[in-house]
């Protein structure tokens, strides 16, 4: 059974990391993927310069880009993919698109022929009409992407068959018309879980053909929230991404008018994104196995090398917007790693655990440490945890293996410091740090005597202008302020259990 509902800015400096918390930007990579696309016809200059960040190409069911965008889209690295949406395009328009833009290399047919309120073509319709694209394409080098289908609420019948299933209306399409030119298959979906997304794709890959996945969101339920959105657009990105099977995909939709805001990549504003825009155009994890990260170094959970048995999920976790959950008995992670030089090194784990459980670190099948990890009181509850190990300078596959899982993980970092890179996390062990802002006295409470518990102070420069021990002797902890300029602050407590942060201002 798997389990539901269970990244990390990293910066050296405190002043990076406060830079961030001010600015509260999610953490992404901001790799171009030649993959990932928009369908959407309204876009602005300041749209696709908001957007090139991460997308490369984008379509809107004509065969000329919008009239906004058209003298200026190359500026920003786009492609521009038109298509013909039903058999009465404009033949003429678009020869002389492809006459103007020699580097306009493909071309999408026709768009949800299987619905009667869509393109409304039957098969043997289609096929009539394709040998009519195919001379478009010889004319001017394209390759074509044919038909866009999806699950229909309205078929179109031939015949007697009622086309609802988009495979039955392509394997009918072929039938008549056995040597047309299909470069791609294209398909559409918009179920709301990313492995009924990867279940639907595998049905067209019978036809041996890369896929172009014109249209996706979750859109087929009701009561879709955008953290749910979230969460499936992780999903789907991460396997899209990685299935070399997936030519191109593009979402659905730019904006909406507000009518369906968890589906909108853009703001009212021109060129704002929304926060799933943002992820959208951001979110890029590395599956590489012939990447290596220099040690020292923070591992976004979901930037292994390869994986048996996890998933993606939006986190919860003070920072980043990504962790690997599902994590069950027998499910592992494995990094690569170029150590520096021989040495010990401590590694952090930021964990949430439902109840109490463990990890083995493993090089070579063979275990190397084991960490105990005790229940953090929830799923999206988060503690970071540490132990040691030894490792030789050169490259290293490490690999994070549990025997009983019940754990999720947001980052690991792996360094030669005492701590792990100065962070706004808040430890969930219901520590209270008062008053903020602070004049003379801050009080620390962490509703337990818990023991030997390390206070320190920086400023924003990183540097440590307090530190002091406490035995155990209260739970409530006094540190004196009144010496200090005023400024802001890093707070940092660390004990047997937990790490904490806090940031407070004089």
């Known amino acids: 059974m798997k389990y539901s509902n269970r990244k990390q800015l990293a910066g050296k400096y405190i002043s990076l990391v406060l830079c961030i918390i001010f600015m509260a930007l999610p953490a992404f990579s901001q790799t171009k993927s030649q993959k990932r696309g928009i369908a959407y016809g309204y876009h602005s200059p300041a749209d696709l310069e908001a957007i090139s960040k991460g997308i490369s190409w984008w379509y809107n069911w004509s065969y000329k880009p919008e009239s906004t965008v058209a003298a200026v889209y190359p500026n920003y690295g786009m492609d521009f993919v038109p298509m013909t949406w039903n058999g009465s395009f404009n033949e003429a328009g678009l020869r002389a698109y492809y006459a103007n833009n020699p580097n306009s290399k493909y071309l999408l047919g026709f768009n949800e022929p299987n619905f009667t309120t869509q393109a409304n073509m039957t098969p043997s319709q289609a096929a009539a009409i394709w040998p009519k694209l195919e001379k478009i394409a010889k004319d001017y080098g394209l390759k074509i992407v044919g038909p866009a289908v999806n699950y229909a609420d309205k078929p179109v019948t031939e015949n007697g068959v009622t086309y609802t299933d988009p495979i039955a209306y392509l394997d009918a399409f072929f039938a008549a018309c056995p040597n047309c030119q299909v470069d791609y298959i294209a398909a559409h979906n918009y179920m709301c879980y990313a492995g009924a997304l990867t279940n639907d794709i595998k049905r067209y890959k019978k036809y041996n053909k890369p896929i172009w996945l014109t249209e996706f969101a979750c859109w087929d339920q009701q009561n879709i929230t955008l953290d749910m959105q979230k969460g499936y657009m992780i999903g789907a990105i991460d396997y899209l991404e990685s299935d070399t099977t997936i030519f191109r995909y593009s979402w659905f ?72 959950g599902w994590i069950d008995a027998g499910d592992w992670l494995e990094y690569n790693i170029e150590v520096p030089a021989t040495a010990d090194y401590n590694v952090f784990f930021r964990i949430s655990a439902n109840s109490s459980t463990s990890l083995e670190l493993r090089e070579n099948n063979t275990t190397i440490q084991t960490l105990q990890i005790p229940t953090s009181g929830g799923w999206q509850n988060w503690k970071t945890l540490k132990t040691n190990i030894n490792l030789t300078a050169g490259k290293h596959k490490l690999r994070v293996y549990t025997n009983r899982g019940m754990f999720n993980l947001n980052w690991i970092e792996i360094s030669t410091s005492d701590y792990p890179t100065i962070t706004t996390e808040t430890t969930m062990t219901h520590e209270l740090v008062y008053p903020n802002p602070v004049k003379d006295k801050l009080y620390i409470e962490n509703g337990a005597n818990r023991g030997k518990t390390e206070v320190s102070v920086f400023d924003l420069s990183g540097t440590s202008i307090f530190t002091k021990i406490f035995l155990g002797e209260t739970s409530r902890i006094e540190i004196d302020f009144s010496s200090f300029k005023s400024g802001s602050y890093i707070v940092r407590t660390q004990n047997s259990e937990n790490i904490s942060n806090h940031l407070i201002v004089k």
């Open 253 to 324: 939709t730019g904006r909406m008018a507000n009518r369906y805001p968890y589906l909108e990549l853009f703001s009212s504003q021109s060129g704002q994104l929304t926060d799933l825009g943002k992820l959208y155009v951001g979110f890029n994890p590395i599956h590489d196995p012939t990447i290596y990260f220099n040690i020292p170094a923070r591992l976004e959970a979901e930037n292994y090398s390869t994986m048996f048995g996890t998933s993606l999920e939006a986190t919860k976790d003070v920072s980043g917007s990504i962790n690997v």
